[in-house]
């Protein structure tokens, strides 16, 4: 089915002729990204090849329509409609269901697509004691992954957790980017910053052509580091082995307990 097979696509309004132009030749992005022709889209969606070059060159084009182009390269439509937390609806919504906001002080719902909301964009990382050392102490201020969302939004809060021998989470980082790059471009930009031997880099992103390099920034550490103990009594959590979305109870016992934060 291509290379974004299982991937969700995310449709937003666009409020002028310009964007609505655009629609078209962005899915053709998507098609060559997945490798796919135009003759393989038509057939797939039962139409002549002639009704997708139309499509690709812009202008109007039904919601209907695009998603079938979106199913036909392998992936899905999802369709979000966001509202004011004070709004009235919002509010009546939030009365009815144990539903979170979103970030921008917004709620968001699905109106289209089967993937499971996140609205929350906390996100928990497991880091080595050798690196999240640096990064409290503010000399590695860029972490390496092998996969991460590239959409998170700048100013996604991270909480940092030792891994063994500490087993604790211990602080706190602001992800100001996250950069999706060829391999040795990371290594070229960031190699003084992500505190990495070659060797060790090499090993970490063997058999990828692409990697995600997230930038910190506002680093925190915890006065008093949470032992994975008591994070596993109070909030039933067990260490990712990359991240993980932060649960609700434990993001709100963190942030509603600033004493434990050493600015």
């Known amino acids: 089915m291509g290379k974004l097979t299982g991937t969700i696509v995310e449709a937003q309004a666009v409020t002028t002729a310009d ?30 090849q002639a009704a997708i070059s139309k499509i690709e060159k812009g202008g109007e084009i039904y919601l209907s329509t695009v998603r079938r182009y979106v199913e036909a390269l392998g992936a899905s439509l999802r369709l979000n409609a966001h509202f004011p937390t004070d709004a009235p609806l919002s509010l009546r919504l ?21 993937e499971p909301f996140k609205p929350q964009r906390d996100v928990v990382l497991s880091i080595k004691p050798v690196y999240s050392e640096k990064i409290l102490a503010g000399h590695k201020t860029v972490e390496l992954r092998r996969r991460f969302p590239a959409s998170a939004p700048n100013g996604a809060l991270a909480y940092i957790y030792s891994t063994s021998p500490v087993k604790a989470m211990v602080g ?8 999706k790059l060829p391999v040795e471009q990371i290594w070229t930009e960031f190699e003084s910053t992500a505190f990495i031997e070659r060797t060790h880099f090499d090993k970490y992103f063997e058999g990828l052509d692409h990697g995600f390099a997230l930038v910190f920034d506002d680093v925190k550490s915890f006065s008093r580091p949470l032992p994975l103990s008591e994070l596993r009594e109070k909030f039933g959590f067990e ?4 991240f993980l979305y932060a649960k609700r109870d434990l993001r709100k016992a963190l942030k509603d307990e600033p004493a434990i934060v050493s600015h």
């Open 94 to 114: 939030c009365e009815i269901f144990d539903v979170e906001q979103g970030h921008d002080d917004q709620l968001v719902l699905p109106l289209l697509g089967d």
């Open 172 to 179: 706190t980082a602001l992800i100001r980017d996250v950069l």
């Open 239 to 242: 260490p990712p082995q990359s």
């Open 19 to 48: 964007g609505a132009a655009m629609v078209g030749p962005e899915l053709r992005r998507l098609r060559l990204l997945a490798g796919l022709t135009q003759e393989q889209i038509a057939t797939r969606m039962d139409v002549q």
